[in-house]
Nanobody, 127 residues
């Protein structure tokens, strides 16, 4: 099973930025559909952004559109989530995922959140 490791989380003030990274040493991420979700305490998992390179579709949750950007560096086997204009309601544990290349972005970013998920990195937005 693909092993994914997230990094880049931390404490940031409202309006600030963070870039999350997701790396794997077990394979080549350019083969997979990729994505990010998050879960805040007491809340259900929420799909943040997912990307399928076969059909070129990208999913962003309405709550992050225009602020977050998903990208991939195939040479580094790394997936990124650039988060700008952060808000306190963005506070959560963020998880990255990879799934077979024919997985739709809806299947990854909406229940059942199909794919292999990492252990998560904490993002806290607070003054």
């Amino acid at each position: 099973q693909l092993q994914l490791v997230e990094s880049g989380g931390g404490l940031v003030q409202p309006g600030g930025s963070l870039r999350l990274s997701c790396a794997t040493s077990d394979g080549t991420l350019d083969y997979y559909a990729i994505g990010w979700c998050r879960q805040a305490p007491g809340k259900e998992r929420e799909g943040v952004s997912c990307f399928n390179s076969i059909d070129g579709t990208t999913y962003y949750a309405d709550s992050v559109k225009g602020r977050f950007t998903i990208s991939r560096d195939n040479a580094k086997n790394t997936v990124y989530l650039q988060m700008n204009s952060l808000k306190p309601e963005d506070t959560a544990v963020y998880y990255c995922a990879a799934a077979p290349p024919d997985t739709t972005v809806q299947t990854m970013c909406e229940p059942p959140f199909f794919g292999s998920w990492g252990q998560g990195t904490q993002v806290t937005v607070s003054s």
